[in-house]
């Protein structure tokens, strides 16, 4: 595997569903991020993590729990969605935690809320 | 706070025209300007990046991209479009503390046979 993976690549759940995203990079970066990307609004930045800790939380609801394990890997813990958060859920890794680096993005999950 | 605008949701380009995307930003102070791409079912891809080393900046595939401070803009081109150009097309903008990644709405790229 190379640069930033995801899985599962599409997800479909009820409102009262427990579920996870995955993101795995294997880049060797140390900031990892969250994104949400909706139809017709701009890419939301949900969470940032640099080197295993959360430095950045954009008031996303408490439904969404991140979870960063290791420098390599991310979690996105859902639970109890709405269903306006159908959207792309996009991971992005980069070197350091500067936002003038270059982000690798992985291929998003699409995730729907029935 | 940073703004970034990009003008016209859809661009239809016929296939060897000129490809024109607009960026304009607001940021008060010097910027870090990104232009990402984002072809169908995929994440997305750097194009290139301004970091105030040259006004005209060139990047992957045949497109560049030529900073502006007086009319605060960031236009993408690229001379002759490919089908291979059709995608989804993002402007970007950071200050120098790269604290913060503002991101405009995207263009989706139609390129007609």
């Known amino acids: 595997e190379t640069g930033v993976t995801q899985t599962p690549r599409h997800l479909v759940m009820g409102m009262t569903n427990k579920k996870s995203l995955k993101c795995e990079q294997h880049?060797?970066?140390?900031?990892m991020y969250w994104y949400k990307q909706s139809a017709k609004k701009p890419l939301e930045l949900m969470f940032v993590?640099?080197?295993?800790?959360?430095?950045e939380n954009n008031s996303v609801p408490s439904r969404f729990s991140p979870e960063c394990p290791n420098s390599s890997h991310l979690f996105l813990h859902l639970h109890t969605l709405q269903p306006e958060d159908s959207a792309l859920y996009l991971c992005?890794?980069?070197?350091?935690?500067?936002?003038?680096?270059?982000?690798?993005f992985g291929p998003g999950t699409r995730l729907t809320v029935l | 706070a940073q703004s970034v605008t990009q003008l016209g949701s859809h661009v239809s380009v016929s296939e060897g025209a000129l490809v024109l995307l607009r960026c304009n930003y607001s940021s008060s102070v010097p910027p870090y300007l990104f232009w990402y791409v984002q072809y169908p079912n995929q994440g997305l891809q750097l194009l290139l990046k301004?970091?105030?080393?040259?006004?005209l900046v060139k990047g992957i595939n045949g497109f560049e991209a030529e900073f502006k401070k007086s009319e605060t803009s960031f236009h993408l081109t690229k001379p002759s479009a490919h089908m291979s150009d059709a995608a989804e097309y993002f402007c970007?903008?950071?200050?120098?503390?790269?604290?913060?990644?503002?991101f405009g709405g995207g263009t989706r790229v139609l390129v007609k046979p």
């Open positions: 301004y970091t105030s080393a040259a006004t």
């Open positions: 880049l060797g970066h140390n900031a």
């Open positions: 993590y640099s080197l295993e800790e959360r430095v």
């Open positions: 992005a890794s980069s070197p350091g935690l500067a936002f003038t680096n270059e982000q690798f």
């Open positions: 970007a903008v950071t200050s120098a503390a790269g604290n913060k990644l503002t």
